[in-house]
Every structure is written in C-alpha cells, then in structure tokens.
C-alpha cells in the first residue's frame, strides 16, 4: 500500500475490483472509459462533506489507499470529484490535455469575488493577453534583480533577532516575504502598511478552512466568518486602489508589475477591476506560500541537526562573511535541496484544481464536463513509488535533480502554461532568505513533529510554529 489507512471512508462502495474488466471475443481487456471510477458515496445528499471538514488529508490518503488504480471519486457539497494521484495523470491534466481542462466554475463560485477577473480563473484569450502582460516582469533578468531585495529585508529581520529569542515563524516570514514582494514587484516600502492584505489573508484562510463545515457553504450566506471575509476583501480592494491611484500619479515608465499593470489600463488591454484583482492574487497568493516554504523549511531543519550542519557547511564555505547573491545560488546545491524536500513533504499547495471543459478519459475512466478535478501535491508528493521513506526530510534525495522518477511526482508550483507565473521568484527568494537567516543563526524547533496542518487555501500550520534562535 501507498499509504497506511488507519480506518476505512464512511462510505457504501462502488468499487471496482480486477473482476470488473471484461474481455472481448478475442480475449482482449476492455476500456472501462464510460465508467464511473470507484469512490464513497458518503450520506444522502452531503456526500463526503463530513469526512472531509473532519480531516480532508487523512480523507484524501485514505482514498487514495482504498481504491487502487489513482482514480477515485468522492462528493463534496453538491460537486462530484474526482482524485488523481498519478505523475501521469496529473501532467495530461495539466499539461497533455491542457486545452481541455479549465479552471472552472467551483473555483470561480469560491474565489471569484476576489480574484475573478485576474489571471488566475481568466480562460482562454483573456487569460493569455493578461500573462503576456505581466510576463516581462518575470523575465530572468528581472527576477535576478530581485534578489538584493530579498536578501536585505532578510538581514534587516536578522538584526531585529538576538541570540536565545524564541521567533513564531509564520508570523515573521509572512511578513518578511509580503515585504520583499511589495518592494520587487511593486516598488512600494508596505512596511506600517501590511494591515489589510493581512487581514484578508487572515480572512480567506478562515473563510476557506476545509475542518469547518461553513467552507462547504456559498459566500452569499451572511454567516459571521462570510462578512468577516467580505469586509476584509473590501478593505484589500480600496487599498490596492490607493497604491493604483499613487502610481498613476507618479513616473509609470518603470518595469516592475504594478508599471506593466497600469500601463496596460492605460490602453485597450486591461481595465481597472481586471488590474486590481490581478493586484490582489500577487498581494495574496504572491507571498503566502513563500511564507509558508519558508515556514516549514526552517522548522524541518530545527528538527534535524545534522541537516542544519551540513547546510551550515556548504554556506561557510561558499559564502563565508558575504551575503548571498543570485550569481552565488548555482553553488548553494544543498539549500537547494533542503528547500525543494520541505516543498515536498510540506507542500504549501496542498492540491490543484481543475474541470474538464469537454468528456475526458484519465487512466481508463471518463471525468465528465464539468466534475472536479483534484490533484493532490499532499499524495503525490508522498507516495513510495516515487520516493523511499517518504514521510522522512531528506534532502539528499534531491541531489542531481531527482531526475529518476517521474516528472509530475513533484508539482509545488503546479505545471503546463498555466504553472504559477511567480514560480522562478519564489523559488530564488527561498533560497536567498534560508541562506541569509541560517549563516547568521541556528534553529531549534519547539512545536513537535510532524506538523498539524490546516487545509484551506494553503496548507497551513494549525499551531504556531516557534523556534529558538543561536547566533553563530
């Protein structure tokens, strides 16, 4: 088994057993494309809502682990869904058949009212002349640009810190990376100014945390979590307006995403409400799983001394007294590999989502129009097939780039023309703040291992996360 299941799916089966295939006149198996996968049917009309507001990552091992063959269905809140937990399927989702997967209503439904007009939920024309926008802003060279920023609002933290201090992690590294984000992309200091993108981060973890049954419910329903999550994203929208209405009235010839933004207001390409909720997805999304890399980066390394000694090792001697630079990362080979393995067994994207436009088969059964489609970073991820002792930090195993399984075992920024277009930055911040904060400092994590997670939009820490700092 992939997985160990501790107890069975509250479901009635529809399993498909070896027995199921049938053969031809000629003795030839027979496609089970028309048929539904197998899946829990859950209670009359909720479905699985319940098991999974109970715990939706022991839900999706579970069924992943029941029900062989890495496609399996469930029912959540009126939706059928569907798990895909295969490399191979996960890139004809998202790559292959790309053209046939969208991101959907149940997305839009969830996350329109912020985001519904930028890049992530456009389709089709409108979601390409918005990437093409904003690309050049991502170019290497731009993004390379980027790395003095990171590192200096990382060591300007670093000064704040004293030997023997106990730091809650999130906390600082959501700060620090909505900082670093700001100055880089925006070329704004949000540093006083943080208050209402944290609060409507504070807001959407909350409004979309999948333990409590109010997450399965429309946002139209005037419960107090919902007015909490409207009233932030209101106070989100008129701030990003503000620094829209700042930059209009300053030299808009820059090449940082805000001047590409409203340069592109300014002509036939983009209006206001499709800038401000692009504003808001970089606001939002831009710095919270970098956040969260961080997060669970430096925590995995306070729980494994040897680890942090080996990566102490290679910064000693390739970076001695000098800050790190984006010329200097090729020769950081293991931060790297610590970063990428804490994106493996912490994936801050914990699944991604889609909707088949058309009927598509995947792995012998047809998803219909329209289901939903999971693809879960948390099971792929962790699957034995691709990698041993996979519940165990070892970075080591990245070394050489993992190039002996398959290509889509490991997706932390998704994958196909619609991979995160931060992707590159991401990447290069995290490694930049782990090499500046770890040559100044030793870790010692105080919250136990393994982590207790929260599923919302992002895998989330469900305690805080506090570490005890030693300057070396």
């Known amino acids: ?15 498909v057993t070896e027995t199921d295939a049938t053969t031809d006149d000629a003795g030839s198996e027979t496609t089970r494309a028309g048929r ?81 007009e930028g890049m992530l939920l456009a389709e089709g024309d409108d979601w390409r002349e918005q990437r093409t926008t904003a690309q050049p ?4 060279e731009r993004i390379e640009a980027y790395a003095p920023v990171a590192v200096s609002h990382a060591e300007a933290m670093a000064n704040e810190w004293d030997d023997g201090d106990t730091i809650e992690i999130h906390d600082a590294m959501t700060e620090l990376t909505l900082s670093v984000l700001a100055r880089a992309l925006f070329g704004i200091d949000i540093r006083g100014r943080q208050s209402p993108v944290r609060a409507a981060a504070t807001a959407t973890r909350e409004r979309f945390d999948t333990s ?43 090449t940082d995403l805000l001047s590409l933004l409203v340069a592109a207001t300014d002509g036939d390409g983009m209006d206001d409400e499709t800038l401000r909720d692009n504003m808001a997805t970089f606001l939002f999304a831009g710095h919270e ?8 980066t430096l925590f995995l390394l306070g729980h494994h001394p040897d680890t942090q000694e080996r990566l102490h090792a290679e910064l000693d001697e390739v970076l001695g007294d000098d800050s790190p630079t984006a010329a200097i990362l090729p020769e950081l080979d293991y931060t790297e590999q610590v970063v990428e393995e804490a994106m493996r067994l912490y994936p801050p994207v914990w699944t991604t989502f889609r909707e088949p436009a058309v009927d598509t088969e995947v792995g012998g059964y047809t998803i219909p129009e329209g289901a939903v489609v999971s693809l879960p970073q948390w099971i792929v991820h962790r699957d034995e097939r691709w990698y041993d002792a996979p519940l ?11 190039d002996d399984r398959p290509e889509y075992a490991h997706y932390p920024f998704g994958g196909g ?52 700092l030693s300057r070396r």
């Open 36 to 116: 539904e996968p197998p899946g829990p049917d859950g209670l009359p009309g909720v479905g699985n809502t319940f098991a999974l507001a109970r715990d939706v990552f022991g839900f999706y091992e579970r069924l992943a682990d029941e029900y062989e063959g890495d496609v399996a269905r469930y029912r959540v809140a009126g939706d059928t869904a569907y798990l895909l937990t295969h490399p191979d399927h996960v890139e004809q989702v998202l790559v292959t058949d790309a053209p046939r997967f969208v991101k959907g209503e149940m997305q839009q439904r969830q996350i329109g009212s912020a985001f519904g």
């Open 212 to 254: 409590r049954l109010g997450a399965y419910l429309p946002e139209w329903l005037p419960t107090p979590v919902n007015r909490r999550y409207k009233h932030s994203l209101a106070a989100l929208q008129e701030f990003i307006e503000e620094l829209v209405a700042e930059r209009r009235t300053a030299d808009k010839s820059g």
């Open 137 to 140: 802003a991502f170019y290497r």
């Open 417 to 468: 023309p619609r991979h995160c277009i931060g992707m590159r930055f991401a990447r290069m911040e995290a490694r930049l703040v782990v090499a500046t904060l770890a040559n100044e400092f030793t870790v010692e994590s105080l919250t136990d291992a393994p982590l207790d997670l929260t599923a919302s939009a992002n895998a989330l820490p469900a305690e805080p996360v506090e570490l005890r």
């Open 289 to 296: 799983t970098t956040a969260l890399t961080l997060t669970y």
């Open 392 to 402: 165990e930090f070892r970075p080591e195993r990245w070394a050489g780039g993992g």
């Open 1 to 15: 088994m992939r997985l160990n299941a501790d107890y069975a799916l509250d479901s009635q089966s529809n399993m």
